[in-house]
């Protein structure tokens, strides 16, 4: 599955190693300060210190993340509104022409995940436009920026951990870690700590691409939720087992509600 082996003992301590967050700060001048001190505490983090100290080289203070960090207001619409923003007919009618184009491959994880098409399909419509838009930030830079900005410094300092993760095992390089502003990667614009756990090489090149290959970006999202207990069979409906767990992959209730709707609208 991946290039570089990592035995399932030391895999586990990376996913659990404590995060040692250096000093936060709420403006740029204090960032170099803070990327050098965490790059020299690498090792706690089980990264290996000149893997990190390359992927960050290029990695500034982001003014414009930590804006939009301050300024999320479409979670803040009701349910009609969001979805009138985010969702047409238009893309409900090319996830019923993506649903048949990939018709095989749905079935293929349908039978192995338990996750029907309609579900995956709106969740990669509503995220990227089944992959029309998924990010052209760098993650990496996205994440220092959000790790040492005080504001939630630890939540992204394991985020950072784990994008580095993702490049210390050879999934992606630094410079192919491009997506949104607050370091979500791929077509169905997963956090790096859910892309660690989550992402499967379905198409067996050796390496999970959460960015260009279909496959994997599908399968995983099919494995998150399978992970998550999604239940076979089973609807996906408002007060359902099913809908606990779309819960899991967004926690505003206008996101759960529109993938939910959505998922509805291309399945009949």
Do not use: H
Not at 22 to 31: E, S
Not at 148 to 162: A, M
Not at 167 to 190: H, K, L, N, Y
Not at 258 to 263: G, L, Q
């Amino acid at each position: 599955m991946q290039i570089v082996f990592v035995s399932i003992v030391s895999f586990f301590l990376i996913l659990t190693a404590p995060v040692f967050a250096a000093t936060c700060g709420n403006g740029p001048a204090g960032f170099e300060a803070w990327k050098q001190d965490f790059i020299a505490n690498s090792s706690r983090y089980r990264l290996k210190q000149r893997i990190v100290r390359e992927a960050l080289k290029n990695a500034k203070y982001s003014s414009k993340v930590v804006r939009l960090d301050r300024n999320q207001k479409s979670f803040k619409l009701s349910f009609k509104q969001f979805y009138a923003k985010r969702v047409n007919n238009a893309m409900i009618r090319r996830g019923k022409k993506l649903g048949e184009t990939y018709r095989r491959l749905f079935s293929r994880i349908e039978k192995k995940y338990g996750v029907p098409a309609p579900v995956i399909l709106a969740i990669w419509g509503l995220e990227t436009n089944y992959g029309g838009y998924s990010g052209k930030m760098p993650v990496l830079q996205s994440l220092a920026t959000l790790a040492y900005d005080c504001r939630r410094s630890k939540f992204f300092t394991n985020e950072l951990v784990n994008a580095l993760v993702i490049v210390q095992r050879r999934d992606m390089s630094p410079g192919e870690m491009r997506g949104a502003w607050a370091g979500e990667i791929g077509q169905t614009q997963f956090l790096a700590s859910s892309y660690v756990k989550y992402a499967v090489d379905y198409d067996r090149d050796g390496r999970r691409d959460l960015i260009r290959s279909i496959p994997d970006v599908l399968a995983s999202t099919a494995n998150y939720l399978k992970k998550k207990g999604w239940r076979r069979g089973q609807p996906w409906g408002p007060g359902t087992a099913n809908y606990r767990v779309i819960k899991e992959w967004n926690k505003a209730s206008v996101y759960q509600q529109t993938i939910a709707v959505m998922a509805d609208k291309i399945a009949n």
